[in-house]
């Protein structure tokens, strides 16, 4: 086997929770020979530890490849390792790590955001070409964003999830990350496609080269991305990022998304009930290390998942675990669906006259490391990422300046399926200002 | 709002063991995010989201799998093939 694949070791940013020595790959000709891809730890790989960046999966060796990594094999790309996260993709910081966080590659003393943040480290350190991560609320824009590189939360069902490790299924996508629009679009037209072992993908392939062509393209620019809670410095840049896509031909036309005001706690409702559920099944029987059999079941369960659960994924399996019991159903959980559907229902509106919408990814730049501590204003971050997950849209982050000599990202959203849409828009974008 | 008692009781349903010195912290962390969440009544009463959903089906046929070798190789405890729990009784 051949190492003509680039893939530099020096993991000065903590990116990598395991990488192999020399990763084979097949010389196929495939559309990504030889070319480094590093994968999410979320995603199962046959033979080489997945842990989810969790102490409860030590040890863990899946038999059977996630179907992603059977698609990045037959392309001949060169799996080098697996990337570092936040503990099962709970957190925006990537800090949640039993791994020790990761540093962002343009300024080590900030975060690389989250929850895929090693996968973008990985890329902005150039380390890797490409990379895979997971988008719940917002995981693959918001370190695409942070760290100055382009992400990709596809459609809801146009990539399988067959082998991700669930964590909100009726949110999450496995999506690309690159260093250009270009190698996001290569990555996605690997990996897009149905699956019959994940019954919610659709016969929908992705088979698109980006046209940087933009004139009359109509662009939503909603109020509530650039309101209450958005640093003007990230704003203004954005606005900016807009006016070149006006310049080049597009139309901008200014909307509301009036669900966009309880948006964020139907998203923590939905996803920290989900998890409640997702993570019952480490149990210490099937996978991870052994529970000690001395006390009965649940005394010794109890404690290994005190022990060896990190605080955000216990507070967020409570959290579902209340809003879910008795009583409080009606208040939560059934709340947060019908304010789910009302976003969806934004969306498509402000989408049926439109092409995209337009706005920042994230409300700042990084954080530094350790900066956010309190739950809430770590969750508070992510209320510009997490409508498209809610509604079930693609979108793409793709960078567009700097505050503070930090990257800013500009998300381009649109409708359901336009995948091609919001990466012609991010290419038209990116080939101007290069 | 809830109180110590009230997460202590959440925890064990869960099966998550919380110690005492945690407690205080993840009650108030608790309040702080369920006052964030109280901006769900707001929401106008309408449908929850269902839409144009089709079940996925398929007949129910033998295909390739993991061998119980492979499916069971991760577990703690295996006897004849079998994972071994511990007794929950």
């Known amino acids: 086997m051949e190492g003509g694949y680039i893939f530099d070791e020096k993991d000065r940013h903590n990116a990598f929770i395991s990488t192999l020595d020399l990763a084979l790959f097949e010389t196929n000709g495939g559309p990504l020979e030889g070319i480094a891809v590093a994968v999410k730890d979320n995603i199962s790989t046959a033979g080489m530890p997945t ?42 910081t990537t800090e949640n790590s039993a791994f020790g966080p990761t540093t962002n590659p343009v300024d080590p ?13 990985a890329v902005a350190s150039g380390m890797v070409d490409m ?11 918001c370190p695409a964003a942070f760290c100055g590189v382009v992400g990709l939360k596809p459609t809801f069902g146009r ?75 990230v704003s203004a840049k954005v606005q900016n990022a807009i006016a070149t896509l006006e310049g080049l031909g597009a139309e901008t036309i200014e909307c509301s998304i009036p669900s966009m005001t309880y948006a964020l706690a139907a998203y923590y409702v939905t996803c920290t009930s989900e998890a409640s559920s997702n993570l019952a099944r480490f149990d210490g029987v099937r996978y991870g290390p052994e529970v000690p059999a001395v006390r009965s079941w649940h005394d010794e369960f109890k404690t ?21 019991s008795a009583g409080y159903y009606g208040k939560y959980y059934a709340k947060a669906q019908v304010a789910r559907e009302n976003v969806r ?57 700097t505050v503070d000599r930090m990257p800013v990202g500009l998300q381009i959203i649109g409708p359901h399926f336009a995948d091609e849409k919001v990466m012609d828009v991010a290419y038209a974008f990116e080939q101007e200002v290069a | 709002m809830v109180n110590e008692s009230d997460v202590e009781i959440i925890a064990k349903l869960a099966d998550i063991s919380i110690s005492k010195d945690e407690l205080g912290a ?16 707001q929401v106008p009463p309408g449908e929850e989201g269902m839409p144009d959903l089709e079940n996925v089906l398929r007949e129910d046929v033998v295909t390739p799998s993991l061998s119980q070798e492979e499916a069971t190789a991760n577990a703690g405890e295996t006897e004849d ?9």
Not at chain 1, 65 to 92: C, P, S, W, Y
Not at chain 1, 131 to 141: N, Q, V, W
Not at chain 2, 81 to 89: E, L, Y
């Open chain 1, 109 to 121: 003393g900030r975060v690389p955001g989250g929850s895929s943040g090693g996968s973008a480290a």
């Open chain 2, 81 to 89: 093939g079998f994972i071994r729990a511990p007794k929950v009784m």
């Open chain 1, 159 to 233: 990539v399988s999830r067959y082998g991700l490790i669930a964590y909100s299924n009726s949110l999450e996508q496995i999506g690309p990350l690159g260093k250009t629009v270009t190698d996001v679009n290569t990555l996605m037209s690997v990996i897009a496609g149905p699956d019959a072992r994940d019954s919610t993908t659709y016969d929908r392939p992705y088979d698109h080269t980006p046209d940087p062509d933009v004139k009359g393209l109509r662009i939503a620019v909603p109020e509530e991305f650039f309101g209450e809670g958005v640093d003007p410095a």
């Open chain 1, 51 to 92: 842990t989810c960046a969790s102490r409860i999966l030590e040890g863990y060796v899946p038999p059977y490849d996630a179907h992603v990594v059977t698609l990045l094999r037959q392309a001949g790309a060169a799996i080098v390792g697996k990337t570092n996260m936040d503990e099962f993709g709970m957190g925006t």
């Open chain 1, 304 to 324: 290994y998942r005190g022990e060896r659960f990190g605080k955000e994924v216990q507070r967020r399996i409570l959290l579902g675990t209340f809003a879910l």
């Open chain 2, 26 to 41: 993840f009650t108030s962390q608790f309040n702080e995010i369920l006052e964030y969440f109280d901006i769900l009544d």
């Open chain 1, 131 to 141: 990379a895979l991560g997971s988008d719940t609320g917002g995981s693959i824009r």
């Open chain 1, 345 to 401: 229902r934004d969306f498509i509106r402000v989408l049926k006259d439109t092409d995209v919408i337009a706005g920042p990814t994230m409300p700042s730049i990084a954080f530094h490391l350790g900066e956010k501590s309190d739950p809430l204003s770590m969750y508070l971050a992510d209320i510009l990422t997490v409508p498209a997950n809610l509604a079930g849209v693609p979108a793409i982050s793709v960078p567009c300046g």
